[in-house]
Nanobody, 126 residues
Framework: QVQLVESGGGLVQAGGSLRLSCAASGYTFSSYAMGWFRQAAGKEREFVAANSWSGVNTYYADSVKGRFTISRHNAKNTVYLQMNSLKPEDTAIYYC???????????????????WGQGTQVTVSS
């Protein structure tokens, strides 16, 4: 079955960096886009970043543009989220998701993604 397992979360001071990883299994990873979303306490889950199956096309929420970078290594079935210049408002649970629906609703839409990981906590202290 499809599994997405996030790792790399933790506690970091404002201005610091973290790199999240999402290891995928159970499907042809290299054929599908991937996305990262986050959910802060008391808020709805929101789009962070996505990339196409090749990694060539990338998409970012305005709030993270210029600070976060999504990438993927298809041979390792892994997608990454490099997060720099972290702010306290980046504190959230971060989820990766697989766009195995591939119906073109848009990379920032949650209903574009069929499978989700369990999430990894990122906490940024001020």
């Amino acid at each position: 079955q499809v599994q997405l397992v996030e790792s790399g979360g933790g506690l970091v001071q404002a201005g610091g960096s973290l790199r999240l990883s999402c290891a995928a299994s159970g499907y042809t990873f290299s054929s599908y886009a991937m996305g990262w979303f986050r959910q802060a306490a008391g808020k709805e889950r929101e789009f962070v970043a996505a990339n196409s199956w090749s990694g060539v096309n990338t998409y970012y929420a305005d709030s993270v543009k210029g600070r976060f970078t999504i990438s993927r290594h298809n041979a390792k079935n892994t997608v990454y989220l490099q997060m720099n210049s972290l702010k306290p408002e980046d504190t959230a649970i971060y989820y990766c998701a697989a766009d195995t629906f591939a119906v073109g609703r848009g990379p920032d839409r949650q209903d574009e993604y069929e499978y989700w990981g369990q999430g990894t906590q990122v906490t940024v202290s001020s």
